[in-house]
């Protein structure tokens, strides 16, 4: 258990976190990439190089340092790693690799003389008391999910049945159990996590489920990345092949509320909304749904949006494009401003505001929702990588 004096020495580390935090979490994911290559299908090598993962990890550790001594004050950050450490099925034993590297990055990168052994200890204990909060909430969400009707416990084979393009970069890949069992139900916004060997390497994704639970198969839709392993391996498959997948998991998902809704999304950024849409639709609450594109050939699910609004009333959809060929019907021409949010939104401003898109989409409507009065606490949002700040 940590004690007071640790305490205040985790909470004396923070002015070092604000300043090298990015450059302590990009040494210590060097460090056990290279000698723990068990725990490499865990991480998206395309954020290791970007450097999402080490900045989010230098995020998480720096809000955990500063909230120490109140951990109620992290709000929905720890539910938000659980469900990413659920999806990708981390097990306690791995903690225990994170835990030894981190310490010795502390000691590497601050150096003996300010990361002395009392450090050292107070950050081992820190550790401990946040490894052992998340392997008990993960250990229990694993239990719950294996109980569940259509449940099961680490990765179940899954055969593609369907493949359908949804736009020049989009496909929809529909799953069926292959032992032809049921599926357990997935809340409206949550992600489903699968494993794959690609050339000869085994990688985990999480991906966004865009139809509503049905209790027999799921639904991904994936966008192809330049480059990219896993989405240009998905592209590739054909209906017949097989894909390992784990359980649904996600803290983003849609709460009941009668409060209008407005769906917003950027890109590949829609595909949660989809199955929250609908599930919205079977009550009276008005929607907006916003949509974001480069253009009408990268748009998915366009048609099925508007057979929607034209079949309820309630549903007001709005496009935006970057580029707006002659004749096409959409809201505004892009970027999605301050100004046009400001028109679209409820005139009260008292609505249930859900966004998901590319980060610097994000940042741009997280900032636009503040400075037009939204709640914060009616506004949610889910990363599609590591959960950096928006802020």
Request: proline share 6%; with cysteine.
């Amino acid at each position: 258990m940590l004690t007071d004096s640790q305490k205040q020495i985790i909470q004396a580390t923070v002015p070092l976190l604000e300043t090298g935090g990015e450059a302590l979490t990009t040494h210590f994911y060097q460090m056990m990439l290279s000698e723990y290559p068990e725990v490499r299908p865990l991480f998206n090598q395309a954020h290791q190089q970007s450097g999402a993962q080490p900045r989010a990890l230098a995020h998480s550790v720096l809000m955990y340092a500063k909230h120490i001594d109140k951990l109620e004050n992290l709000g929905d950050l720890p539910a938000q790693i659980i469900n990413k450490h659920v999806a990708l099925q981390v097990q306690p034993g791995q903690y225990q690799i994170v835990g030894t590297c981190l310490l010795r990055a502390i000691r590497e990168v601050l150096g003996a003389e300010i990361a002395t052994d009392a450090v050292i200890d107070a950050w081992a204990a820190a550790y401990t008391q946040l490894a052992d909060i998340l392997i008990a909430a993960e250990t229990q969400a694993y239990d719950d999910i294996a109980h569940a009707e259509g449940g099961w416990r680490g990765a179940r084979a899954f055969k593609l049945v369907q493949k359908v393009a949804e736009s020049a970069e989009i496909s929809s890949f529909y799953l069926e159990p292959a032992d032809g069992k049921a599926v357990i139900s997935h809340q409206p916004g949550q992600y489903i996590g699968l494993r794959a060997i690609v050339d000869g390497t085994e990688q985990r994704r999480n991906y966004s489920l865009s139809a509503p639970s049905n209790g027999r198969s799921y639904r991904i839709s994936v966008k192809r990345e330049p480059g990219g392993k896993v989405s240009n391996y998905l592209h590739g498959l054909q209906v017949g092949d097989t894909l390992e997948l784990f359980a649904p998991a996600g803290h983003f998902t849609l709460q009941a509320s009668e409060r209008p809704l407005v769906l917003i999304s950027g890109g590949v950024g829609i595909t949660p909304t989809l199955p929250m849409l609908e599930a919205a639709l079977q009550t009276d609450r008005p929607i907006t749904f916003i949509h974001c594109a480069r253009g009408s050939a990268v748009h998915a699910f366009r048609a099925q949006i508007d057979a929607l609004a034209q079949a309820h009333s309630q549903l007001q959809p709005l496009y935006v494009y970057d580029q707006v060929a002659d004749g096409e019907a959409v809201a505004a021409q892009g970027p999605l401003t301050e100004d046009l949010l400001g028109q679209w939104l409820p005139a009260s401003r008292d609505a249930d505001v859900y966004f998901l898109g590319p980060k610097p989409f994000m940042r741009s409507v997280k900032a636009s929702l503040h400075k037009l009065g939204v709640p914060a606490a009616q506004v949610r949002y889910e990363f599609f990588g590591p959960a950096e700040a928006l802020a």
